[in-house]
């Protein structure tokens, strides 16, 4: 599923068995999984597309974890460059 990743959608998920992952329409590669118990947010950047974690809602914040992505994203296609 993908939608526009705002605050009030990242509190609005709903926990749930088994987990989904929700990706952000205006940051291709990054989104939320909202599990039984939690809501974490990820990446899958570069080529090999290995989810990585980056925090859980909400101890970080969306604006901080799409910055955190944002940065992790660049630096994976800053190498496939060189």
Known sequence: MRVKLTDLSSQSFKHQ???VTVWDTMLPAFGVRV?????TF???PGK???RQTIGRYPAWTLLKAREKARLMISGSIDSLLR
């Open 17 to 19: 068995h088994p987990q």
């Open 35 to 39: 599990g039984s118990r939690s809501k």
């Open 42 to 44: 990820i990446v899958m």
């Open 48 to 50: 090999a597309r290995k």
